[in-house]
């Protein structure tokens, strides 16, 4: 979702701009959360640290509905302004200081790698959803030659299916998976 279709959302009831910005960032956010986290904080901390990011947000935004900038780039500096302060408690809490040097590598990740890895995130969340909208068993046999590489005669006897017709399935399914693809709006190359 673009920030314009965003922007045209945040016309109409806050629920449902909330909900859309809430799905097309969550991972950005956590991936920054736990970034500057992971050094000092649980699990939970960074699921409450992604709550608080997106409270911000949503306040943020609605204070200021003539905000005209880049959204990711609010969202990044709201998310990686709240991680810090969260930071800085846990670590003054647990009577713990941190050295900016062990800290720093996580600074030193761009904005593109931080980018780069929630892009990723996304697309394989993307990716595995259209897997299991393929049905069984053209899902298991994708999952069971590409993730696990097993072959087509390993997946023919671990099915009970012959191998040519684990072949066919997988031939099918890789133009059903194309086509699942392109309408979730991803443009690969095959």
């Known amino acids: 979702m673009t920030d314009i279709q965003l922007r045209e959302l945040m016309k109409g009831p806050s629920e449902v701009w909330q909900r859309a910005l809430y799905d097309e960032y969550c991972i950005y956010v956590y991936t920054i959360a736990s970034n500057n986290l992971r050094s000092c904080g649980t699990a939970e901390d960074i699921e409450e640290c992604v709550a608080d990011i997106f409270i911000d947000i949503f306040r943020s935004l609605k204070s200021e509905k003539a905000y005209s900038g880049d959204l990711k780039w609010l969202i990044s500096t709201i998310a990686k302004r709240s991680s810090i302060d969260l930071f800085r408690r846990l670590s003054l809490k647990s009577n713990r200081t941190v ?92």
């Not at 900016?100 to 790698?113: K, L």
């Not at 995130?121 to 993307?126: F, N, P, Q, S, V």
């Not at 994708?142 to 012959?162: C, F, K, M, P």
């Not at 040519?164 to 059903?176: E, G, L």
Request: glycine share 6%; aromatic share 6%.
């Open 99 to 190: 050295s900016m040097d062990d800290v720093a590598p996580f600074y030193g990740a761009s904005e593109n790698e931080l980018e780069s890895t929630s892009e990723r995130m996304e697309l394989k969340g993307i990716l595995m959803d259209c897997v299991k909208k393929l049905g069984d068993p053209d899902s298991s046999i994708i999952i069971r030659h590409y993730y696990y590489g097993r072959s087509s005669v390993e997946i023919a006897s671990e099915l009970n299916i012959t191998t040519s017709s684990v072949q066919k399935r997988m031939q099918r399914a890789r133009k059903k998976l194309k086509n699942l693809l392109l309408k979730a709006g991803v443009d690969a190359e095959w």
